[in-house]
């Protein structure tokens, strides 16, 4: 049964950092990987996808790569700003599921001025 | 833009009732999804539509069941609200299998 990890559950950054998000899952045998973004009280905002035979995505200051064979992906955010505080979710696609999104629990993350 | 709308964003209803959450969609996808998302347990699927008229079940669908009559609509019943149905429940909709999906800004639902 694939289980997605994401540690830490929360992080605390001064503004202007470089920081590295971090997603693992247990099977490598998955269709694609997508990032979102969930601001308190909200629903998910869609950030990035990456499909299995891709290494890496970006959009803007986001960078997320992918490591099929050590079931790991991350999400670096460049020049972070109190504007990104939110928690970061991943979610993956199986390749035998359906099409069904399993879900990490999220990284809570706050930039501080 | 794809725009995901739930009717709701806050809900109070009392145990017994027969609860409606309904979520449109305006990008003519195939795919919609219902999940509940609680402090702990992350989110968890709840039932899922490929197509009109059909849907799938989740991982927890007990206690719940939906209605896809049109393509754009995708509607999640608590045929008799319980207290443990208390939770934000989240809408979304993808092109098809393996697409992106795209969330709504969830209902948060409290059953007394």
């Known amino acids: 049964k694939q289980e997605v990890t994401q540690i830490p559950a929360a992080l605390s950054v001064p503004e202007g950092e470089n920081l590295v998000l971090n997603c693992s899952f247990t099977?490598?045998?998955?269709?694609?990987l997508q990032w979102f973004r969930q601001d308190p009280g909200k629903g998910l905002t869609s950030l990035l996808l990456i499909q299995s035979s891709q290494r890496e995505q970006t959009s803007g200051r986001l960078n997320a790569s992918l490591d099929k064979s050590s079931g790991r992906s991350t999400l670096y955010i460049a020049a972070s700003q109190p504007g990104d505080s939110a928690t970061y979710l991943c979610a993956i696609h199986g390749s035998s599921n359906t099409g069904k999104l399993i879900f990490g629990q999220g990284t809570t993350l706050q930039v501080k001025p | 833009d794809v725009k995901v709308t739930q009717s709701s964003r806050y809900l109070v209803k009392r145990t017994g009732e027969k609860v409606f959450l309904e979520c449109v969609q305006d990008?003519?996808?195939?795919?919609m999804f219902w999940y509940r998302q609680d402090p702990g347990l992350g989110l968890r699927l709840i039932y899922f539509?490929?197509?009109?008229?059909?849907?799938e079940k989740g991982d927890i669908p007990e206690g719940y069941s939906v209605s896809r009559e049109k393509k754009e609509r995708f509607s999640l019943i608590l045929e008799s609200a319980s207290t443990n149905q208390t939770s934000m429940y989240l809408c979304?909709?993808?092109?098809?299998?393996?697409?992106?999906?795209?969330f709504g800004d969830g209902t948060r639902l409290s059953i007394l």
């Open positions: 990008m003519d996808h195939e795919n």
């Open positions: 099977d490598s045998a998955i269709y694609n």
């Open positions: 979304a909709s993808s092109p098809g299998a393996y697409q992106p999906q795209h």
């Open positions: 539509s490929y197509d009109v008229k059909m849907k």
